[in-house]
C-alpha cells in the first residue's frame, strides 16, 4: 500500500512493503530506464554531501527510493518558505524538473537511495539562481501558478 505524505507537488509514498512489484509500477507510470545506487556519507569522499545541501534545481524530476537509513529533502512552497520533507526506509518521493531543493542526511549520517531516471542518467544540479531556467519556468506555471490562483 502506499501513502502520500505532503500536501506539497512533491509526492512522497512509503512503500509500507518493499516489494519490487510496487516499485516496478511507479518506474514504469514514470517511464524510468534507468537507475544507479547511491550512498553520500560526509565520512566519503568520493560523494560530495556538500553539493547536495546547496540549493539547487534539475531539468529532470528527481525520483528517489530510501534502501537503508533516512535523511532531508528541503523544498521551497508558493511562499518561497523551506518546507522540510524526512524520507527513511521504504520512502519514494518525486521531485519535480525545476523546483529548488537540498538534501541533507540527519543525525544517523546515513541513506542508501536508489536514483532513478528517465532516459539517461544526468544528475547535473542548476545551483540558485536559475529563475530564468525553461525548467524553472514550467515548474513556476504548473505548481506554483496554480497554487496562488
Same mark, same amino acid.
Request: net charge neutral; proline share 7%; charged share 25%.
Given at each position: 500500500?502506499?501513502? *502520500?505524505? #505532503?500536501?506539497?507537488?512533491? +509526492? ?6 518493499? $516489494? ?6 511507479? *518506474? ?5 530506464? /534507468? !537507475? #544507479? ?6 565520512? @566519503? ?9 546547496? =540549493?539547487? &534545481?534539475? #531539468?529532470?524530476? =528527481? ?8 535523511? !532531508? ?9 523551506? %518546507?522540510?520533507? =524526512?524520507?527513511? /526506509?521504504?520512502? &519514494?518521493?518525486? @521531485? +519535480?524538473?525545476?523546483? !529548488?531543493?537540498?538534501?541533507? &542526511? ?5 541513506? /542508501?537511495? @536508489?536514483? @532513478?531516471?528517465?532516459?539517461?542518467? %544526468?544528475? #547535473? +544540479? ?8 525553461? $525548467? ?8 506554483? %501558478? /496554480?497554487?496562488? *490562483?
Amino acid at each position: 500500500m502506499l501513502h *502520500a505524505r #505532503t500536501p506539497l507537488p512533491i +509526492p512522497v509514498w512509503h512503500l509500507v512493503t518493499l $516489494k519490487a512489484g510496487a516499485v516496478v509500477a511507479h *518506474a514504469e507510470e514514470r517511464k524510468v530506464e /534507468k !537507475y #544507479t545506487s547511491i550512498t553520500p556519507n560526509p565520512c @566519503l569522499r568520493f560523494v560530495p554531501i556538500k553539493t547536495f545541501f546547496e =540549493e539547487h &534545481l534539475h #531539468t529532470d524530476e =528527481e525520483i528517489r527510493l530510501v534502501q537503508e537509513g533516512s535523511g !532531508y529533502f528541503d523544498v521551497r512552497d508558493h511562499q518561497d518558505r523551506w %518546507v522540510r520533507i =524526512e524520507v527513511v /526506509k521504504g520512502d &519514494l518521493i518525486v @521531485l +519535480p524538473a525545476g523546483i !529548488y531543493h537540498r538534501f541533507t &542526511l540527519d543525525s544517523k549520517n546515513y541513506i /542508501k537511495a @536508489l536514483r @532513478l531516471f528517465v532516459g539517461e542518467p %544526468v544528475w #547535473t +544540479p542548476i545551483n540558485r539562481p536559475a529563475d530564468d531556467h525553461p $525548467k524553472r519556468v514550467q515548474y513556476l506555471e504548473a505548481f506554483i %501558478v /496554480k497554487a496562488t *490562483a
